[in-house]
Each structure stands twice: as C-alpha cells, then as structure tokens.
C-alpha cells in the first residue's frame, strides 16, 4: 500500500512563500513520477507541477511557471513543492499524486496517478 502524506500548508499573505511537502511510505519512490495538483472550492481538480523519478524532468502549468518549483529527495521520499510569489488564485487544496506507470508527456492530466495523498489547505489572504 503507498500513502502520502502532504504538509505545510497555511495562510500567508499574497506575495508571500509557503514550502509543501509530501512524504511516500513505500521502500523506494524513484520508480514514481510524482505532481502535484490542487482543488479550489467550487472548481475541478487542475495539474500544477511534475517530476520524473530521476527529478531531471519538470513539468509545470502555466499559471504556476516562474513562480512554483517542484523538487525531490529520493533518499528522503520526499517530493517538494516551493511555492512563491502567492497569489489569493493560489488558494486551493494541494493534492501530492504518484504514479508507476509510463507516461509520456507532461504528467498533467490526473488520472494517470495511482496514488493520492489527503491533501493540505493554502489560503492566500489578498
């Protein structure tokens, strides 16, 4: 069984830097690529940011490029997600996501994820 786990969600002040992580119980994640995506009240779940296993392959949506940047520590089983510049549009639900299989492309689109944590709330405050 793979669970995730997301942490460091809160509120912050638009303009401001909030650091989201996600830990992985499994033996190894490398295998994994991971993303993250978030939910806004009232709207659909949509893609923020993707790495492949070896973390030499990113992937970002527009609204975020510039701004996020998602990283991992394998060792750690750890995936991050750095998150600046804030805006009160940012504000969602983070949802950290893993998938086995091979997927070409972006790794946008969230039913190629097998796996999904419970989520951690970011509000920003305009």
């Known amino acids: 069984q793979v669970r995730l786990v997301e942490s460091g969600g809160g509120l912050v002040q638009a303009g401001g830097s909030l650091r989201l992580s996600c830990v992985v119980s499994?033996?190894?994640?490398?295998?994994?690529?991971m993303g993250w995506f978030r939910q806004a009240p009232g709207k659909e779940r949509e893609f923020v940011a993707a790495i492949r296993g070896s973390g030499q392959s990113t992937y970002y949506a527009d609204s975020v490029k510039g701004r996020f940047t998602i990283s991992r520590d394998n060792a750690k089983n750890t995936v991050y997600l750095q998150v600046d510049s804030l805006k009160p549009e940012d504000t969602a639900v983070y949802y950290c996501a893993a998938t086995y299989r091979v997927v070409d492309g972006a790794l946008d689109d969230h039913v190629e994820y097998d796996y999904w944590g419970q989520g951690t709330q970011v509000t920003v405050s305009s």
């Open positions: 499994i033996r190894a994640i490398r295998p994994y690529a």
